[in-house]
């Protein structure tokens, strides 16, 4: 791991922060704080379990019910999934990245407040699959929280063809009362109907059942507006075609081991990626940057 140079602000209190502990399950993880926010990150899946704003109550939803164990997801906060979306015959559901411990490759602390870490998939049985690639992942924390998944082809000679999705889980009041904008007019396959294809009609996608839905060759901004908490969140995204929407609702969330009955009641999840017939096709040498934006706002 290496350190950049440290900051050279003369106010402590104007630094960025990292702190190495064990987590829940005694897995490692960091702890970021800076100026404006705090943030959590396990190794297990690089997976960042929460994001504060100072003045705010948490972004991002955790459950309860979270198994933190090595070889497990964590159910929560933002699980990448990478190389493969949903399910894939024989292998699992949403890829392995989300289950393997990743390297800390390195901490960087700007002079203005802000930390960024970065952390690279192990090599592992799994990829073994695929050409040989890399995957690196870099968390900036500030007054928003940026997320970056780098993927390189580093074959001389074959495509590598993958899926990736920031699986973001938001934590929410009340499911619903939210509105989340910026999809109308756009197709998405409908997973709750057999993925059948339909078109978003509403400016204002609302939650009153199990929703599950793909929404493709939208690369815009989405806004949740939660007039409980009094908060609009922005995903903002680059290099995503795809956005996932999904609340598991009553009967799902009583089938899953590690999510409590009613906490589909708190929580949404809108994922930024590219997905089913938006997957990347990356040729030799290639290098596919995702990057996503999370900020909020306080609703007058
Ligand atoms: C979403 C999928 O992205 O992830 C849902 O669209 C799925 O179909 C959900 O149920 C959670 O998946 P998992 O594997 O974390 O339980």
């Not at 106010?11 to 502990?21: E, I, K, M, S």
């Not at 969140?233 to 999904?246: F, G, L, M, N, P």
């Not at 598991?248 to 929580?267: C, L, N, T, V």
């Amino acid at each position: 791991m290496t350190t950049s140079k440290p900051a050279t602000n003369t106010d402590p209190n104007a630094l960025g922060r990292v702190t190495f502990l064990d987590g829940q399950g005694d897995l490692p993880m960091l702890e970021i704080s800076t100026p404006w926010s705090t943030a959590e990150i396990y190794l297990l899946g690089a997976h960042v379990t929460q994001f504060k704003k100072k003045d705010e109550p948490p972004l991002l939803f955790l459950s309860q019910c979270s198994r933190f164990n090595e070889g497990h997801p964590i159910r929560g906060g933002i699980p990448v999934i990478f190389p493969w979306f949903g399910q894939r015959e024989g292998l699992g559901q949403h890829g392995f990245a989300r289950v393997k411990s990743w390297d800390l490759k390195e901490v960087l602390p700007a002079p203005d407040g802000s930390v960024s870490v970065r952390f690279r998939l192990p090599d592992c049985p799994e990829a073994a699959a695929f050409p040989p690639f890399t995957a690196d992942y870099v968390v900036t924390v500030n007054q928003s929280l940026t997320l970056q998944l780098i993927v390189t082809n580093q074959s001389k000679d074959a495509e590598f063809t993958f899926e990736n999705c920031l699986h973001t889980y938001f934590e929410v009041a009340d499911a619903t009362a939210i509105s989340i904008h910026g999809l109308k007019g756009v197709s998405y396959l409908d997973k709750v109907a057999s993925f059948l294809e339909k078109t978003e009609t509403s400016d204002a996608l609302r939650v009153a059942s199990e929703v599950d839905r793909i929404f493709l060759n939208t690369a815009g901004t989405v806004e949740i507006l939660d007039p409980r908490i009094g908060r609009r969140i922005r995903v903002e995204k680059q290099s995503s075609a795809s956005t996932v929407v999904w609340n598991p609702w009553i009967a799902k969330s009583r089938q899953m081991s590690d999510f409590g009955d009613e906490e589909y009641e708190h929580m949404i999840c809108v994922e930024s990626g590219n997905v089913a017939s938006n997957s990347i096709s990356l040729p030799p040498g290639g290098i596919s940057t995702l990057t996503v934006k999370l900020s909020s706002e306080t609703l007058k």
